[in-house]
């Protein structure tokens, strides 16, 4: 029972974990296995990013060097790709699969792409669900409050929402990405596996914080009953 000795009900999240764990493992070792190969065209990954933007009528948009190891992200509220310390300036397979990823959310802005605009439209609701659902739940559990309970949960399902919609967005992002590549020759066909390598084990990084959302919510469901006992 909750609060005495272990929670039966974390076991729910071994296979979360256990995925993550193995996902954060294969993103860091995929990417160091491909960061040590230069690509052969001999660009840097902010150069082709700066070309992959033109290309889509936006190369006013800043390319920022930001600091951290696989930080790497466009910023929808400032229209800026943000390359990170291993990414920037680097002429490697991984670096340039990586910045033209960012290109292709970048992209998607561009062309109002559905689920990022319903991605970036429920950030401030997500921030809210995720902030309160835990304490609500918690509450409710020690007052007996099953309104707060079940409030929590429901907040925290709007929370999974978010993990679910961002799949997609993460997916359809590296696609434009390997297909920008290959459209380009930046990357020569054994160069392009590479990077989809880079990319996929990323996507992994994704499928494992959904999986983790998904179970929790199920973990919240099933504490939810037994005190109803």
Same mark, same amino acid.
């Given at each position: ?36 190969? &230069? ?155 590479? &990077? ?5 084990? &990323? ?9 983790? &959302? ?16």
């Amino acid at each position: 029972m909750l609060g005495y000795g272990l929670d039966p009900t974390m076991i729910v999240l071994i296979p979360a974990v256990l995925l993550s764990m193995w996902a954060q493992s294969k993103v860091q070792s995929t990417f160091n296995q491909y960061s040590r190969i &230069a690509a052969r065209g001999n660009v840097t990954a902010d150069s082709v990013a700066r070309m992959l933007l033109t290309l889509y009528g936006m190369s006013n948009m800043p390319i920022n060097h930001v600091s951290g190891n696989l930080t790497d992200h466009y910023d929808p509220r400032n229209r800026t790709l943000n390359l990170s310390d291993g990414v920037y300036g680097n002429r490697s397979i991984a670096s340039i699969g990586v910045a033209a990823h960012e290109v292709g959310h970048a992209i998607q802005h561009h062309e109002s792409y559905a689920p990022l605009m319903l991605r970036n439209g429920i950030v401030p609701a997500v921030n809210v669900c995720s902030t309160a659902s835990m304490p609500l739940f918690f509450i409710g559990l020690l007052m007996g409050n099953g309104m707060l309970v079940n409030l929590g949960i429901i907040l925290f399902a709007g929370a999974l929402v978010f993990h679910l919609i961002t799949l997609p967005v993460e997916i359809n992002a590296s696609s434009r990405a390997l297909a920008l590549l290959e459209q380009t020759h930046t990357l020569a066909p054994d160069e392009l596996s590479g &990077a989809k390598k880079v990319l996929t084990a &990323a996507a992994w990084t994704y499928i494992a914080s959904a999986l983790m &959302a998904l179970l929790q919510l199920l973990r919240l469901i099933l504490i939810s009953r037994s005190r109803r006992r």
